[in-house]
T-cell receptor, first 111, second 113 residues
Framework: GESVGLHLPTLSVQEGDNSIINCAYS??????FIWYKQESGKGPQFIID?????DKRQGQRVTVLLNKTVKHLSLQIAATQPGDSAVYFC??????????FGKGTMLLVSP | DAMVIQNPRYQVTQFGKPVTLSCSQT?????MYWYQQKSSQAPKLLFH???????NEADTPDNFQSRRPNTSFCFLDIRSPGLGDAAMYLC????????????FGPGTRLTVL
């Protein structure tokens, strides 16, 4: 299938900063997008998702932005905390197809 | 409370010795998935069950098999593990299909000696 990729393999921020993790996708027909957080030795944990009929969705301290024109997805984390340190994966699907995961970005938060 | 449970969390097997990993869920979800994840890589889908309907990914090796005896349980059987099969194996569930959120278990770390 088509690929989903990330621009930055590692992002280092200071505690309290806002973090932005980016994801580019190549399938223009993708209609469902999701962000997962994976801590070392654990399974991916659902953060937030968005469907293609929206361009922004907010959760607690997190916001997902979808730009279908340029096929770009981003995850914004407000007031980043050390507990946010993890690998973040974006994933996408089209219709009833299974999820295609991006390569992952490691977020490192320094106290 | 854990919703997707995987046992064991760590499994060591010998080269060529069959091994079974298990997954159970308390969500009553129709769909269960098995992923393989190697170090610093994204999860790779092996197969999934929509209820009892088995769906194999085209590039999943024949060495990997799965069973789903009921809604709650799903097993991953590796018939003859090779060194390249050492990985984290993740089970996930979703309520009704691929457009629904997938919830992952903690994974089983498989080591092949």
């Amino acid at each position: 299938g088509e690929s989903v990729g990330l621009h930055l393999p590692t992002l280092s921020v200071q505690e309290g900063d806002n973090s932005i993790i980016n994801c580019a996708y190549s399938n223009s027909a993708s209609d469902y997008f999701i962000w997962y957080k994976q801590e070392s030795g654990k399974g991916p944990q659902f953060i937030i998702d968005i469907r293609s009929n929206m361009d922004k969705r907010q959760g607690q301290r997190v916001t997902v932005l979808l730009n279908k024109t340029v096929k770009h997805l981003s995850l914004q984390i407000a007031a980043t905390q050390p507990g946010d340190s993890a690998v973040y994966f974006c994933a996408e699907s089209e219709g009833y197809s299974t999820l295609t995961f991006g390569k992952g970005t490691m977020l490192l938060v320094s106290p | 409370d854990a919703m997707v449970i995987q046992n064991p969390r760590y499994q060591v097997t010998q080269f060529g010795k069959p091994v079974t990993l298990s997954c159970s869920q308390t969500l009553n979800h129709n769909v269960m998935y098995w992923y393989q994840q190697k170090s610093s890589q994204a999860p790779k889908l092996l197969f999934h069950y929509y209820d009892k309907d088995f769906n194999n990914e085209a590039d999943t090796p024949d060495n990997f098999q799965s069973r789903r005896p009921n809604t709650s349980f799903c097993f991953l059987d590796i018939r003859s593990p090779g060194l390249g099969d050492a990985a984290m194996y993740l089970c996930a569930t979703s309520r009704a299909g691929n457009t629904d959120t997938q919830y992952f278990g903690p994974g089983t770390r498989l080591t092949v000696l």
